[in-house]
């Protein structure tokens, strides 16, 4: 549930980052053949190397015509959209990278003279805005898709370190639970053990005095004195199970 929450918590990150609005501005720009009207956009998170490549695919998309830069201005001749206009027409552009876009300006044109604007009054300008925002909505879909892969890259490293540490925190639980049995069978054997020393003990003080009374009986003795070793050796033996259990 917390790995769900934390993926679904870096998608709405990555999408409350992208939601950056992609306008088409119409205006009047400086160009090779002088200040004319154009169009403007801007795609945000973008590089230029990348945008101007897919630029000037889009633009000779179906195109029998040139494809030109003079002086970093693009020039596609014979460029082909129906929605524009029913006529091949030639597309100039520049594209310029910005500190958080790549803007580009492009300039329409059926004939080198009069370029595509809403003073015409034909409605190309709207098809005009269509055609560059389509591209840039375009481009700046796959910067943010390129941004949610590299968070899920990221969430799927986070998953496995996750794993691990849960992984190792399972076994070191069981080790401590394994230790905990050791040791409370360890106590359980001491405290057995000690019962056992404390009536052994007892036994050897009884044996000491048999010892005594068999004094004037060698072979009485012997076999007291035989069996007071014993019991006190098997005494040494429990002390010596009580330091092992200890450690």
């Given amino acids: 549930m917390k790995r769900t929450l934390l993926g679904f918590m870096l998608f ?10 992609i306008v088409v501005t119409e205006d009047t720009f400086a160009m090779s053949k002088g200040v004319q009207l154009g169009f403007q956009v801007e795609i945000p998170q973008v590089t230029l190397i990348e945008v101007e490549k897919h630029w000037l695919k889009y633009v000779s998309n179906g195109s029998k015509g040139k494809s030109l830069n003079l002086n970093g201005e693009n ?10 206009s029913a006529k091949p027409f030639n597309v100039y552009s520049k594209l310029l990278e910005t500190i958080e876009a790549v803007r ?6 059926e004939n080198d003279t009069v370029f595509l604007s809403k003073q015409l009054n034909n409605d190309q300008d709207l098809a005009v805005q269509k055609y560059m925002r389509d591209f840039a ?3 700046y879909q796959a910067v943010v898709k390129d941004e949610l892969k590299a968070e899920e890259s990221k969430l799927k490293a986070l998953d496995k370190d996750l ?4 992984k190792e925190e399972e076994k070191s ?6 230790s905990n049995r050791a ?11 000690n019962a056992n020393i404390q009536t052994v003990s007892y036994k050897i003080e009884d044996q000491k005095g048999m010892v005594e009374r068999t004094a004037s009986d060698a072979n009485a003795n012997k076999g007291a004195k035989q069996t007071l070793k014993e019991l006190e050796n098997q005494k040494k033996q429990l002390q010596k199970q009580n330091e092992a259990e200890a450690k």
């Fill in 12 to 21: 709405v990150s990555v999408i409350a980052t992208a939601q950056k609005p």
């Fill in 75 to 84: 020039l596609q001749t014979g460029a082909v959209n129906a929605n524009i």
């Fill in 104 to 109: 580009i300006t492009a300039w329409f044109t």
């Fill in 137 to 139: 909505v375009a481009e």
């Fill in 163 to 166: 794993n691990g540490l849960i």
């Fill in 173 to 178: 639980a069981k080790k401590v639970s394994e």
């Fill in 183 to 193: 040791i409370q069978k360890s106590n359980d054997n001491i405290s057995s053990n």
